[in-house]
């Protein structure tokens, strides 16, 4: 198939692979020095962002990063929902929310068991609804130094035009250290999405939104990371697909967060009774 999800490229990578202990070596090859690719897209690096998390499995008995994720409520974190499917739900006691530093891997950051998840009944593999509600055991503690939340109910012009920031750490070497990149996105109409870029998988829940930057696209490891309003400091989508990893000058999709305001509302007060 034509399009691509970070997770399942990695997935797959990692089974054609299994007996290649280097995997991580092989995966990092083409990312760039993360202080080199920061510059001209973004003289916030200093920045923080204090909801931004990654979402970590734990399968053969080592964290690994897979996806970005933001927090949007005291326990209360979103990703993609392909996050967490390789393809089957991971367990729970398999997933961690991490959080506490831009820096991934820093002394400063924190592991949150994951309590409760739930993700959107409608999701299929291009067919949208590619989100997924983690509740984490303990509360985050808002300083908004360290933690605090993004507001993810603000409702994104459909349209296209609007300057985006995506957030994320990309490809990730196990254990090392990496700074969260900032990456530039415009949103674009539907129509244009469809028939110029040929996405024709793209739901009315979906944001397709055009990288603009002069460095890397969403990579592989960005799945399921914020695109937000960074001034506002306001949630527009989670990075769902695209057809290649990393590439620059091209389109993704994101979902569209406005669209699961009461969907997320109302799961989170379900989840809460447990
Ligand atoms: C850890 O946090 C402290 C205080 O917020 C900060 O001064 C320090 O630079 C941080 N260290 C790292 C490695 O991010
Ligand atoms: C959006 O970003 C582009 C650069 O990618 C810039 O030229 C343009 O002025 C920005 N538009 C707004 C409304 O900020």
Redesign the pocket.
């Known amino acids: 198939m034509d399009y691509w999800y970070s997770l399942i490229a990695i997935a797959l990578f990692l089974r054609v692979n299994a007996d290649d202990i280097n995997n991580e070596e092989v995966l990092a090859t083409n990312v760039e020095s993360s202080t080199a690719s920061m510059g001209r897209d973004t003289e916030t690096v200093s920045t923080r962002f204090p909801y931004i998390v990654s979402i970590q499995g734990n399968t053969q008995g080592y964290y690994k990063h897979l996806c970005g994720g933001a927090i949007i409520d005291v326990q209360f974190v979103l990703t993609a929902a392909h996050c967490v499917m390789t393809p089957t739900p991971l367990e729970l006691a398999q997933l961690s929310v991490v959080g506490g530093s831009n820096t991934l891997n820093s002394d400063n950051e924190t592991r949150f068991p994951v309590i409760g998840m739930k993700i959107h009944p409608g999701f299929k593999i291009l067919r949208g609804h590619d989100i997924v509600l983690l509740r984490v055991k303990t509360k985050f503690q808002f300083d908004n130094v360290q933690f605090g939340k993004i507001n993810y109910k603000v409702v994104i012009r459909r349209g296209g035009g609007i300057?985006a920031t995506f957030l994320g750490w990309g490809r990730m070497k196990q254990g090392h250290k990496k700074d969260l990149d900032l990456v530039?996105f415009?949103t674009i109409n539907d129509e244009v999405c469809l028939k110029n870029h040929k996405f024709i998988f793209l739901t009315s829940s979906e944001i397709c939104a055009i990288h603009?930057g002069t460095t890397r696209g969403a990579c592989d490891g960005d799945s399921g990371g914020p695109l937000v309003d960074a001034n506002k400091q306001f949630l527009y989508g989670l990075l769902s697909y695209g057809r290649k990893a990393c590439q620059m000058g091209k389109p993704y999709a994101f979902t569209r967060i406005s669209t699961y305001g009461d969907w997320i509302r109302d799961e989170m007060n379900e989840m809460l009774l447990h």
Do not use: A, C, M
Request: hydrophobic share 0%.
């Open positions: 300057n530039p415009q603009t």
